[in-house]
């Protein structure tokens, strides 16, 4: 979700080198950008190291993406500026402490575009195509994502594995894709789903190339549905206690939430049980994912 502001940010400033801190996944993501002036370094195990490093690069100006207190605490007296959220208490240590915004839920993004706005006065857009499209006939297969970061957020394994075969029997080659501790689960997942690959690889570069090949990407609100806006690649994501309103909507993605007629002021983070994933059926996903090929064959 912070591909767009970097991306405005580089191109506002055309004559600064922007330094990205961050973990080593992310590295593999913005290289994809081929910008020589966005560089990125891996993000250090503790905070002494972090503000070493940080130190090292003698930078103008910090922008701090996260809320935390110890990211602003690592950056404090660094550069000329300091922007962030006035979170946790953190204020002071900011140059430039702006308010997260009253509504909830709002994208994250929009809180990404905040802070780059006061960086640079222009505010970057919703996500998008940052990469030039796969053209179409050499996209094929399904990549299923089961993974998340949390339990709740996860549709029923049952579930992607029904998918997964309902799919595998209309001809669709079907890829099970997680990191790189969920691979013993994906490989006995893949055990009901005959001939399908599993990749769980630290490095990004194989999860990068099958999705971006990918005809449509399945998975839960993570990491994998943001690659998928890189490539142009169709995605269905599903919503259950994480509210879809905190995400942006973009063009090649298909959203099912749990209880799609709640009410505006009902928060599905706030009532977790209310929207559980196994409320999203199998019927309704796979009727996604066939339209979403219907489409592309026209």
Partial sequence: MALPSLQTLVLARPETTFHVMGRPPFGEVVNLLSTPRLMHHECAHNNSQRRQLLRSINPEAVIIFTGSFRSAWIARGLGHIRIGTRSEGRGWLLTHAIRRGSSRPRPTSELYADLVEVAVGERPGPPQTLISETPKLT??????????SR??????????????????????????????DEQNRLLDMSKHILQSQVICEAGLNPALSSIQHAAVVVGNDTGP?????????????????TDVRWTPHTTNEHTLEAQPFAPKELVADDQPAAFAMERIPVGDVLFSVQNILNQSQR
Avoid: D, M, Y
Wanted: hydrophobic fraction near 40%; charged fraction near 15%; charge should be positive.
């Fill in 139 to 148: 996209r094929s297969g399904i990549v299923l994502v089961p993974g998340a």
């Fill in 151 to 180: 339990r709740n957020k996860r549709w029923p394994e049952s579930r992607f594995i029904s998918l997964g075969q309902k799919l595998q029997a209309t001809g669709h080659a079907i890829t099970l894709l997680g990191a790189p």
């Fill in 225 to 241: 549905r943001h690659l998928a806006t890189l490539f142009g690649t169709p995605c269905v994501t599903l919503f259950g206690p």
